[in-house]
């Protein structure tokens, strides 16, 4: 399951560098964008951790609704 997150976190990354790079060459209206977007990628992240630490503390079960929960989310992640 770590490398599926690694491979969303991977996929999103790589989504941002491209985004960064365009914003670069178009201006204004689209640095503001980058700059949202790369603060949810860094709440996402830390989200992420926040959930793998409550997993391994045993606060939080890694039941089968959690794992349906986050194969939907690699799956609509990797769709965008």
Same mark, same amino acid.
């Given at each position: 399951?770590? =490398?599926l997150w690694l491979e969303l976190f991977g996929a999103?990354?790589?989504k941002g560098d !491209?985004?960064?790079?365009?914003a670069n060459r178009h201006g204004g209206e689209e640095k503001l964008r980058l700059k949202k *977007?790369?603060?949810e990628l860094r709440d996402i992240g830390q989200a992420e =951790?926040?959930?793998?630490?409550?997993?391994?503390?045993?606060?939080v079960e890694l #039941? #089968?609704? *959690?794992?349906?929960r986050i194969q939907?989310? =690699? !799956? =609509?992640? *990797?769709? #965008?």
């Amino acid at each position: 399951m770590a =490398n599926l997150w690694l491979e969303l976190f991977g996929a999103v990354v790589a989504k941002g560098d !491209t985004l960064r790079k365009h914003a670069n060459r178009h201006g204004g209206e689209e640095k503001l964008r980058l700059k949202k *977007l790369e603060s949810e990628l860094r709440d996402i992240g830390q989200a992420e =951790n926040k959930l793998f630490e409550a997993i391994e503390k045993g606060v939080v079960e890694l #039941d #089968d609704r *959690l794992k349906a929960r986050i194969q939907q989310h =690699n !799956t =609509n992640g *990797l769709k #965008d």
